[in-house]
């Protein structure tokens, strides 16, 4: 198994443990590979860390290239050397496809978790993944049939978090545990998980937050963030910027919690804004990164939107604001405007709330009996899988 990054080290920790359930009689069962704590928490042995491969955009991803491709290489020798079962790609595609075509090509089964964005941009890539996959493992309802007309064996799964996170968020209780008080106006700041996405968009967030300030001097702000360099590199920016007057919480992690407190989040684009969505949160949507790599990523985008919420909706439910329009005057007030609109505020969490039913599938359950007939090939003295 190869996961990428921490929404992949989730994804994988919860397939392992569902594995492990129908697999009782095979003991020696091994997961090894790349993988988080989360993973490693669930039996997995990581030859490398997640983190390794947690780089985004052009820019970043070439100044990282001669590591990233190192791994990948000599993974790739070790599988060869010693074939696995089965290879399960968690997220990850530019780095998994690579490794499951040459896996695929040697005989060796290969399943992918999690569809890359082939209806947003670069959906060429569909071509190849034809080349590389066995079968494709799809979160979101639209993407399977999708694959079907390519040829390619796909499984509607569901996404984990919509089973994780409760239909009814509990506010009261979450504002409980951070000490906050049940008449606070609080704000959700969720800048991104790597180092890199903070360094184009810690000092956006943290202006936007001053400008709240002045709008809703009580405002409380809390910044969940995934790891000590990431605190850092924020506590560092909040002194450059001066913002020593805000109420301003970081959280080691709690990001959830974050969320479930908060009255209106500002979330960096990603499986981000998926949690918010899950929490039926009011949210404004924010990316930026090197000019370098939006100039590439913008001209192959297919659609308006770039945000979760938004796409599941086919529409724009919640604003977005990318690159240069991500000023903190534009969104402290779209953030502004959200907090004193309960029309709106009703409209989203009905909405939300449709959602999260349909992403409810138990997904790691639908997951493992997806791959089980792959490891039954390879085990023909194994029980049928109505026994597993």
């Not at 890539?125 to 079907?148: G, H």
């Not at 984990?160 to 504002?175: G, N, V, W």
Request: hydrophobic share 45%; glycine share 6%; aromatic share 8%.
């Amino acid at each position: 198994m190869v996961a990428g990054e921490s929404s992949g080290d989730l994804l994988g920790s919860h397939l392992i443990q569902a594995l492990k359930q129908h697999l009782p009689q095979i003991p020696e069962t091994r997961f090894f590979g790349i993988g988080g704590p989360k993973m490693d928490s669930a039996g997995f042995i990581s030859d490398w860390p997640a983190e390794s491969l947690a780089v985004r955009g052009y820019a970043e991803v070439l100044r990282h290239y001669r590591e990233i491709a190192g791994i990948r290489r000599q993974l790739l020798k070790r599988l060869l050397a010693n074939p696995p079962d089965v290879f399960i790609g968690v997220d990850a595609p530019d780095f998994n496809l690579w490794l499951e075509t040459r896996l695929k090509a040697a005989g060796i089964a290969t399943i992918h978790f999690v569809s890359p964005s082939v209806w947003a941009w670069r959906g060429a890539r569909i071509r190849r993944i034809a080349r590389s996959v066995d079968q494709m493992l799809c979160l979101f309802p639209f993407e399977a049939s999708l694959y079907e007309k390519h040829g390619v064996q796909a499984t509607y799964v569901g996404h984990p978090l919509a089973d994780m996170i409760p239909l009814e968020p509990d506010q009261e209780t979450a504002r409980e545990r951070l000490n906050l008080s049940q008449d606070d106006l609080v704000f959700a700041l969720l800048p991104g998980s790597r180092q890199s996405e903070l360094h184009f968009m810690a000092e956006t967030f943290i202006e936007t937050a001053k400008r709240l300030h002045q709008l809703f001097p009580q405002a409380r702000f809390l910044v969940p963030l995934i790891s000590r360099e990431t605190r850092l590199q924020f506590e560092n920016r909040l002194w450059q910027h001066g913002a020593q007057e805000l109420q301003l919480t970081l959280l080691f992690g709690h990001a959830q919690d974050a969320m479930a407190a908060a009255d209106v989040v500002l979330v960096a684009s990603g499986t981000a804004t998926l949690e918010a969505a899950l929490y039926k949160k009011p949210m404004v949507i924010v990316y930026k990164m090197s000019p370098w790599s939006w100039s590439l990523m913008r001209r192959m985008k297919y659609q308006p939107w770039v945000g979760l919420p938004n796409i599941l909706a086919g529409r724009f439910v919640v604003p977005e604001f990318l690159q240069n329009e991500a000023t903190p005057d534009n969104l402290a007030q779209a953030l502004a405007n959200q907090v004193g609109d309960q029309k709106v505020r009703a409209g989203l969490h009905d909405l939300f709330t449709q959602m999260h039913r349909q992403l409810r599938q138990n997904t790691a359950e639908k997951a493992a009996s997806a791959i089980l007939p792959a490891l039954l090939k390879k085990l023909p003295s194994f029980p049928s899988m109505q026994d597993a």
